[in-house]
């Protein structure tokens, strides 16, 4: 099952796609990690699914990662004692901390804990950016607002603050509950919703304990602010383009896009474009020439992967949406000028020996002409700084790790493999990595092949080796 395109694609299970079938269909048609969205559903419903994709890869012989996306703190508004109102522009609304029903004039904001950071002048956005409120003034009890965007709003309405941190916690009662869940069953990524500053991770990292890795998705303009830390001390990031849509002037979300894009590469860490990017196809047998342009403006721009969500999760085309999002991919990649734009894209190597051995990897494996260039890895990270330099040749990750091999299947460029066995010396080294490029399609006798690797073997971030080999007969 080897994948001839570079960036990867992450599809959301959900009702249209929780049986075998389905599945197996999805990861024929190009999915490289399975989302399951922990804001939807049942724990059993997630374990079901885990256990198909599992049953799948073993049946595959190729690793295939999970990632838990948990739901986060999402604010909403009470109930209304008719259960929707219409609110026009000019109009006074207050929300405030009494519990009972709304009515057209207040709703309850059952959140206390935002009633001392909001203050006159700010804006609150209702029911996904639909309605637009300014903040006249707040007393700690009640916030008083003009309507500036008027519309319906019903019961149970999410809330958007995005002139403020908000001090509220990234993990809720029910975020622990699954983060618990989700790695006890053994899922190799987990993401976090609505982070707005890198302090946000640490409870998180404190509990995963290694166990998965560690995804932060923005999508709060807070966050922006202090992009650089937070990409720094996350492990993958995440472009959540709908709600950082709602929050920030839809004309503003490209410019972001390309401004994390390019963080993610600087800081060798791999990254997501999501939300949005095959719309139509929840109801349509076809993208719009827009959506295709969108998916491929993020393979040009060098994402990691892209992601679709409610495509896949539960729209009717989701096996279709796979194919079309993997034939634009790969036709980007087919495209001279998208290694022309690759290449103008490329970040300096960093003063330390994996950057050095990594960079030199790219080079070498150019000069001689190899069909791929070899990583052997315990934990991944040798494979990511090579995926950092943007090699055209493939990036063929070995490891003895599935763990690591999992973690590896969306980062650009890596064709990640488990062998059953760690190496002991250089010999066993290219014994592995000569054999596998045979197997796996990359190489054929005669071929020369470039590796990295760290030296002594299995101590992660060690990157100290470069091997030129000759495939033998």
Known sequence: MRRFRKAKIVATL????????TILALFEAGVDM???NFSHGTQDDHRARYDI???IERAVGRPIAILADLQGPKLRVGKFA????????????????DTSDGDQRRVCLPHPELFDVITAGQNLLLDDGKLRLKVLDSDGYSIRTEVLTGGALSDRKGVNVPDVILPIPVLTEKDHRDLEFALSLGVDWVALSFVQQPEDLVEARNIIAGRAGL???LEKPAALDRLDEIVQASDSVM????DLGVELPPERVPGIQKRILRACRHYGKPSIIATQMLESMILSPTPTRAEASDVASAIYEGADAVMLSAESASGSYPVQAVEIMNRIICEVERDPTYT???EAQAEPAQANRSDAICSALKTVTQTIGAPACVTYTASGHTSRRAARMRPMSPILSITPNIATARRMAITWGVHSVLIDHDVADIDEMVAAACDTAKREGFAEAGNQLAIAAGMPFGHPGSTNLLHIVTVPE
């Open 14 to 21: 959900g009702p249209a796609s929780s049986n075998r079938d």
């Open 34 to 36: 399975f989302r399951f």
């Open 53 to 55: 994709v599992r049953d």
């Open 82 to 97: 008719n259960s929707k109102i219409m609110l026009e522009p000019g109009q006074k609304f207050t929300l405030d901390r």
């Open 215 to 217: 995804m932060t998705k």
């Open 239 to 242: 472009v959540a383009r709908g």
């Open 340 to 342: 022309a734009m690759i």
